[in-house]
């Protein structure tokens, strides 16, 4: 059974690019306008199935983080309707599932936060015994709540390539290599933004955690990206703490030593794992029952985080 796939066809706006899941159209010089697909990526790869209300989902969610943790960073928002910037009969396309964002300069990395060993931290630790060269202590097992939270930065990769993880001093020089001209003259460095962006990424899983603690929710870890705008001031930017960018767990079914079931996309990645495939694109079509699944994971994260009823 095929299922239509949302993709923004916005007349109104310049388009600039099609990411994994988001479309990213100008609206000025100092804003633009993201509107956040059904397409769901795994493995960097985008998938031909998309999971019905998906970008409605991640936008709500995202919303309320933003609002949640701005104490703590700037964000991208700027409060401004996105049906306003768009032509009347395009309003339906941005309808739950577009922002209308500063326009920033994004740090060319991704910055990951760990607070449990799972996924390829655990495959890395059974290795090394560190995670993306972070040494821990000996003989964690599988899951286990790390002593504190751990920052582990990657590359952002292009469509259909992956993410590398690299050292935190690899990315204070990634940094200062692309940030150099936007830096110049606010007497900052790319070493000095990534090393607030360090902090700032732990300070926000630490927060977004303890509050997902009193609705039931683990995060066991989560990526956020970041940007400058002209002044040299970071912004939390793309999303915050979604399905897509995180890995849930359900309280009550998280066991030290085993991987609990979650209520991200690690359901499709770990369907995908039994299938025959390189992990390059194209992607393989989803079943049904894999593809409602996983919208009902997604809007149960959701609707547990926000305490609101998701209303497609």
Aim: net charge negative.
């Amino acid at each position: 059974m095929s299922h239509a796939l949302f993709e923004s066809s916005i007349k109104s706006l310049p388009l600039l690019g099609r990411g994994k899941v988001r479309d990213i159209y100008a609206v000025d010089a100092d804003k633009l306008l993201i509107v956040t697909s059904d397409r769901l990526s795994a493995f960097d790869v985008i998938l031909p199935d998309p999971i019905p209300g998906k970008g409605k989902v991640l936008t709500q969610l995202a919303g309320f983080w933003f609002d949640k943790l701005a104490h703590i960073l700037p964000n991208q928002l700027t409060g401004i309707d996105p049906e306003s910037v768009v032509a009347a009969d395009e309003r339906d396309q941005v309808r739950g599932r577009a922002l209308v964002v500063k326009r920033l300069k994004p740090l060319p990395i991704e910055a990951v936060v760990r607070g449990y060993l799972i996924g390829s931290g655990w495959k890395d630790y059974q290795d090394t015994g560190a995670v993306c060269g972070i040494p821990l202590p000996a003989g964690l097992p599988m899951a286990a709540k790390l002593p504190q939270p751990i920052f582990t930065p990657a590359t952002k990769a292009e469509i259909g390539d992956h993410d590398e993880n690299i050292s935190f001093e690899q990315a204070q020089i990634n940094c200062g290599a692309v940030l150099s001209d936007v830096l110049a003259g606010t007497g900052k460095n790319g070493a000095e933004i990534a090393t607030q962006a360090r902090d700032a990424a732990i300070a926000l899983y630490s927060a977004a955690a303890d509050y997902a603690a009193t609705r039931g929710i683990i995060i066991a870890d989560t990526k956020f990206e970041f940007g400058v705008d002209a002044a040299g001031t970071l912004h939390l930017i793309d999303e915050a703490l979604t399905p897509d960018s995180s890995r849930f767990w359900p309280a009550d079914a998280y066991r030290i030593g085993s991987n609990p079931p979650s209520y991200d996309k690690q359901y499709v990645r770990d369907y995908l794992e039994t299938l025959d495939w390189g992990k390059t694109a194209p992607g393989p079509q989803l079943p049904d029952e894999v593809i409602a699944r996983t919208r009902g994971k997604y809007v149960e994260a959701c609707e547990l985080l926000t305490g609101k009823k998701f209303a497609d």
